[in-house]
């Protein structure tokens, strides 16, 4: 829903049951990409916080 996209921490248990049975995933899957989600929204955290000259290392990647 657009509140669960706004707002990915509101996806409880009982909301990823649904995703899963509404996408024909399984709830590993489910899992799986939240956990992955997750781990990108920190390191973009941590890069927000480089500076710029850091910034500039990882263009090309």
Known sequence: TPF????PDSI???RRK???KGSGK???DINA????FEQM????KMMNKMP???MK???GM
Do not use: L, P, S, V
């Open 12 to 14: 409880d248990t009982n």
């Open 33 to 36: 990409f939240m956990k992955q």
């Open 4 to 7: 669960e996209r706004a707002n």
């Open 18 to 20: 649904r995703i899963a």
């Open 26 to 28: 399984e709830m590993t």
């Open 41 to 44: 929204r920190q390191m973009m």
């Open 57 to 59: 290392r990882f263009t």
């Open 52 to 54: 710029m000259g850091m």
